[in-house]
């Protein structure tokens, strides 16, 4: 029964989803392994770990990765890093990837203190124009972008990050290769 309203929800989620979010791997797969991350969460940059090291070599080909932004509030920092993300994305395609590994490698060195200036060190080292990084916290339409992820999220039942969807299948917080990587080979082998 769980698995059924799971279900439903990803079904409104494919009806909903547009080129607004990250893709990695195959866009056109029927296989959706759906990514609720907040960019300060210590889990989410295990599980990003696990995508570049073990999900991406193996499925990149064959799976559709969709990257949603799901800042917590406890996390002084998480929701200005979404917004940068999206920045960075609009302004080179695949930079704002490049920043979300960015953030989630650097946790333990990035603060709400100095969180203006890693963002203006990231945009130098990558081409960017800083004081335009910088100016797009601002920016109300980038927010509103994030804000419909959580928003959606929420009404979704989502409430940890990550929570990592496969076809539907919801895996929370803390969860293995092995067990994310079986649900992707049964759904692979249902579309088949």
């Avoid at 994305?89 to 100095?114: D, F, K, M, W």
């Amino acid at each position: 029964m769980m698995r059924l309203a799971w279900a439903m929800a990803l079904a409104s989620v494919a009806a909903c989803a547009t080129d607004m979010h990250l893709v990695e791997g195959s866009a056109r797969s029927p296989v959706r392994v759906i990514v609720y991350e907040d960019l300060q969460c210590p889990d989410c940059a295990g599980f990003r770990a696990m995508l570049d090291e073990k999900l991406l070599p193996r499925y990149s080909s064959t799976v559709r990765f969709e990257h949603r932004d799901f800042p917590l509030s406890k996390h002084a920092w998480a929701r200005q890093a979404a917004i940068a993300a999206r920045f960075f994305e609009e302004t080179q395609p695949g930079l704002g990837l490049a920043y979300r590994r960015y953030a989630l490698a650097h946790l333990s060195e990035i603060t709400a203190a100095n969180f203006n200036e890693r963002l203006s060190r990231f945009a130098k080292d990558n081409g960017a124009d800083r004081a335009q990084a910088v100016d797009a916290l601002g920016d109300a339409r980038l927010a509103g972008l994030v804000e419909e992820d959580y928003r959606e999220g929420v009404a979704r039942g989502i409430a940890r990050t990550p929570t990592v969807l496969v076809n539907g299948r919801p895996f929370i917080e803390t969860f293995s290769f092995e067990d994310v990587a079986k649900a992707i080979e049964a759904e692979l082998a249902a579309a088949r």
